[in-house]
């Protein structure tokens, strides 16, 4: 499974395209933590209203069915940048240089191809739902109360779509890696060993400063 990684960054291009696009992910994963949030603080209101007066809030559960994409998805993009996917790597944990990016690379190829089949299949499933000409542009609605259920859907092949540009920098730096023969290269998640781990925990604990 995935371990501690470290992203290094330098002047490249591929390092300075890492850092723009990692913004962008740090707000959906930000969106993310708030939506987790805002689920929790229904379930008071819910939880609260039925037992002090039997009126639980009206549509909670199509609430968290709005929700779910944007905990479940949107922050993907932000994880993979990190390597904090869970995935197998007794084989590739052994390799090094060469044979390794070569590796990590048709790994995340193979990954891309099946996130551009899913951005395609989400944003067509997407398409069935949404309708200028219908009521709150939907074609589908929630049961309880019934919310528009497009929105929801958008937020599949768009979270989709940024976890592809992410895959395809990841393409680009393993791809130069291998090309180059990089030691360590920039833009992609490279595993740190036990006392690199150690060392970089403890720098977190003291602040940054090496004291």
Request: net charge neutral; aromatic share 8%.
């Amino acid at each position: 499974m995935a371990g501690a990684t470290a992203i290094l960054e330098d002047g490249s291009l591929v390092s300075r395209l890492d850092r723009q696009l990692l913004k962008l992910e740090r707000i959906l994963a930000l969106m993310s933590g708030l939506a987790v949030f805002a689920l929790m603080l229904l379930a008071v209101v819910s939880v609260g209203g039925r037992n002090a007066a039997n009126a639980p809030l009206p549509g909670y559960v199509d609430w968290i069915e709005q929700a779910m994409p944007l905990i479940a998805v949107m922050g993907i993009a932000y994880v993979q940048r990190d390597g904090g996917h869970i995935r197998m790597d007794i084989l590739i944990s052994r390799l090094h240089g060469r044979a390794l990016w070569l590796f990590e690379l048709i790994s995340v190829l193979l990954i891309l191809v099946l996130m551009l089949a899913l951005v395609w299949g989400s944003w067509s499933h997407f398409g069935r739902s949404f309708d200028f000409n219908a009521p709150m542009w939907s074609r589908d609605s929630s049961i309880d109360i019934g919310l528009p259920l497009w929105p929801a859907k958008l937020l599949v092949p768009v979270a989709f779509s940024v976890l592809c540009l992410r895959l395809v920098l990841q393409v680009w730096g393993y791809g130069r890696a291998l090309v180059l023969g990089l030691a360590s290269p920039a833009a992609v998640p490279l595993v740190m060993d036990a006392a690199a781990q150690a060392a970089a925990e403890a720098e977190q604990l003291s602040g940054g400063n090496g004291a």
